[in-house]
């Protein structure tokens, strides 16, 4: 499948092959070639992998995703906040070429190459922190959050983990484990992995605890239920992605952070939705100077190829014997050749910059929107990772229902939303950096008309 001639247009500065940055409609959504597929579909993949949006993909780029049917979508998700730096971004296009005639694959642990050790190199200096770092590669966010945890395990000799409320790190065993949410992740999946537990988080619009407040709480729980002395490492997103997008109050992480360093306890910052310029900073521990024993990264990471890392301090890197972190495909040549052109744009193409003037945009409209209507319980987020809480004005109930009308609606009109959140209850908005005002503006409009008509 490839996309027509009149759809070939204006260039953006980042990301994509040259679509028009335009919403155009030639069908319902979805159209009848994405409904053909779907049928296809039905036949031949598992049902427990399902899909938000009805329209089959063929070419994306800025802030466009383009369907078979030729409909020109907004793009507010970024494949969950993966292509930061545009979808099909001709450097990294041209990256993944050009190694791709070098070599695809020779197993870093087998045979080595140097687009691994720049990668490792280039996190080492750009995550939180000059103290010395290791970094290790691998593919999944999921893969990296368990090698996280199989660092600092190796580290202490401890054995405990604790993950918070409304955490998401992945569908593997133990992320599974790490993760909060029973539906859709968890149910019937059982059993976990052992010895992690969960501790309160700070979730300012429910609790309305100040961070230390929350701090304190969490602290306490953590000391009666688990006890430090058994503690390998408390994992905790800086801004929480799939459980809602909730953002700790201020104060909540250097606490928690004081206390592991005071404790021993291995520090993991899981990255993996909130890295790579997502909040306005390079990272989102940046905003409070929270720096992380161990950080952990994806999503952004390579413009859309699989890559993951884990990146943190020296000594607590180097703890596992040789052999025993790795993986066959871990740190792939195509993925790191995508990673190096990625990381260039986030580096020196105004990326921070640019998610914060997104997020001006972004929250400017929806306090306005949340002035007129009361079903927007919280206007939430930093930089180009916003969101909104939908809830029942009278009883502040989360409003699941509305929640999934309103994504519904905004994608019959051509726009891709996300929802999230442990009660289903939040809109989530990640665009790609490389979108523009106009579209930007546009998809916003169609989404508060949505909300407005439902
Ligand atoms: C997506 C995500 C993961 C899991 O990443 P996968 O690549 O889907 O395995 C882990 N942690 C956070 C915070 C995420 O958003």
Redesign the pocket.
């Known amino acids: 499948m490839s996309v027509t001639d009149d759809q070939a247009g204006q260039q953006t500065t980042l990301g994509g092959p040259g679509l028009p940055q335009e919403r155009r409609l030639v069908t319902s959504i979805p159209g009848p070639r994405s409904l053909e597929l779907a049928d296809r579909r039905k036949a031949a993949v598992a049902s427990g992998v399902s899909s938000s949006m009805p329209v089959y993909a063929v070419a994306a780029g800025g802030g466009v995703l383009v369907d078979v049917d030729g409909n020109s979508l907004i793009d507010l998700g970024s494949g969950?906040a993966v292509t930061t730096v545009g979808n099909a971004d001709p450097a990294v296009a041209a990256a993944v070429a050009a190694q791709a005639v070098q070599l695809t694959h020779t197993c870093f642990t087998i045979t080595p190459y140097e687009g691994y050790v720049e990668v490792a190199e280039r996190l080492n200096r750009l995550t939180p922190g000059d103290h010395a770092k290791r970094s290790a590669l691998f593919s999944?966010?999921?893969?990296a959050?368990e090698n996280a945890i199989k660092i600092a395990r190796h580290h202490t000799g401890r054995t405990a983990v604790v993950a918070f409320d409304h955490a998401?790190?992945?569908?593997t065993n133990l992320?599974m484990a790490l993760t909060a949410k029973s539906m859709p992740y968890k149910a019937g999946f059982g059993p976990f992995a052992s010895e992690v537990y969960r501790a309160p988080m700070s979730y300012p619009y429910r609790d309305g605890l100040s961070g230390p407040e929350a701090a304190k709480r969490a602290i306490t729980v953590i000391e009666k239920q688990v006890g430090a002395a058994d503690l390998a490492a408390v994992i905790i997103?800086p801004v929480q992605?799939?459980g809602g997008f909730v953002v700790p109050a201020e104060g909540f992480l250097p606490a928690l952070q004081a206390w592991c360093n005071a404790n021993g306890v291995v520090f993991v910052v899981?990255e993996?939705?909130s890295g790579f310029a997502r909040t306005g900073d390079l990272f989102a521990s940046e905003h409070e100077g929270v720096v992380p024993d161990l950080i952990t990264t994806?999503?952004g990471i390579a413009g859309g190829m699989p890559l993951?890392a884990v990146t943190g301090r020296a000594e607590i890197m180097d703890a596992p014997h040789a052999g025993g972190l790795g993986g066959t495909y871990a740190g792939n040549p195509v993925a790191c050749a995508a990673a190096l052109a990625a990381l260039d744009h986030f580096e020196h193409d105004g990326l921070v910059e640019r998610a914060r003037e997104i997020g001006t945009l972004l929250v400017d409209r929806l306090h306005a929107a949340q002035a007129a209507d009361p079903r927007i319980g919280d206007v939430r987020g930093r930089g180009a990772m916003v969101a909104i809480e939908l809830v029942d004005p009278a009883t502040g109930e989360p409003d699941a229902a509305l929640t999934a009308a309103v994504a519904r609606r905004a994608a019959d009109e051509g726009v891709i939303v996300l929802t999230c959140g442990t009660y289903g209850n939040v809109i989530r908005l990640l665009p790609p950096l490389a979108i523009g005002d106009d579209l930007l503006s546009e998809g916003l409009d169609v989404l508060l008309g949505a909300l407005s008509a439902s």
């Not at 999944?140 to 893969?143: I, L, Q, R, V, Y």
């Not at 998401?168 to 569908?171: F, Q, T």
């Open positions: 969950i999944s966010g999921a893969e959050v998401y790190h992945g569908r992320t997103e992605g799939e899981d993996i939705q994806a999503k993951s």
